[in-house]
């Protein structure tokens, strides 16, 4: 075996990429040889130095960036070795291709469907509408009528003529010189609260804050809380009253 042959080979036995038998061929020729030897020394000590050296350190997600790179490899080499694999990664890539284009007005479509709701819940507040009220599929206003005592003790219906308290709705106008109670009129239809609107608070209006039971109003057939008003023309004296619902 000669040196030359030998000194080749000394690579690939520090590598440990020889066969076993001309490995020892090649070690026994080595220990026989002081050139061989020689070599084989310098290129073993040439190893180990480069071995302590310091190592540059990997860039920061270089082995994520790798994976990737080779999973994307991976996935078209299966892509190209079936029709199937084929259709797939075209479908795939068009897929990809139409979301990056939409992606970009995915934000300003969101922020203006946003932004117009929000508009338009600060404008609703402030929007008047004609209301139906005599349609009352959507919305009724809390209701009552005011009994009087008639002179056979039955409790009547009170008329406009006798001056007795009367129930508006909130909207309504009423008259200068009458006594207003603005009543708020519980789900129940008992009164829960109230405040004297105008003038004062006559003893007829007080049984009707005290007493009085009303048709709740509704939403969507729903009772609610709503407000009324108790309207009584100033001094003038009724008989006994009462509200029915």
């Not at 003038?199 to 209006?205: A, Q, R, S, V, Y």
Request: charged share 20%; glycine share 6%.
């Amino acid at each position: 075996m000669s040196c030359d042959h030998v000194q080749e080979r000394i690579s690939s036995i520090l590598d440990q990429r020889l066969a076993a038998a001309e490995q020892e061929n090649v070690l026994a020729h080595i220990r026989s040889c002081r050139d061989c030897t020689t070599e084989w020394e310098s290129a073993r000590d040439l190893r180990t130095a480069m071995r302590r050296m310091n190592q540059a350190p990997m860039p920061p997600g270089l082995g994520e960036r790798l994976r990737v790179v080779a999973s994307h490899e991976r996935a078209r080499n299966i892509a190209r070795a079936t029709f199937a694999g084929r259709v797939a990664r075209i479908s795939d890539r068009i897929s990809l291709m139409f979301d990056n284009l939409m992606r970009p007005l995915a934000l300003p479509f969101a922020g203006g469907l946003v932004s117009a709701l929000m508009i338009f819940g600060f404008l609703v507040p402030t929007l008047t509408f004609t209301h139906a009220y005599a349609d009352q599929a959507l919305f009724t206003y809390a209701d009552g009528e005011v009994m009087i005592l008639g002179p056979n003790g039955a409790y009547l219906p009170a008329q406009e003529s006798d001056n007795a308290p009367r129930i508006e709705r909130p909207d309504a106008r009423t008259p200068e010189t009458a006594n207003v109670v603005d009543l708020t009129i519980d789900p129940n239809g008992r009164v829960w609260d109230w405040n004297v609107a105008r003038g004062e608070l006559t003893p007829d209006l007080a049984n009707i804050i005290m007493f009085g039971q009303f048709s709740p109003a509704t939403n969507l057939g729903v009772p609610i809380p709503s407000k009324v008003k108790a309207v009584q023309i100033r001094n003038v004296q009724t008989a006994p009253i009462r509200v029915r619902s």
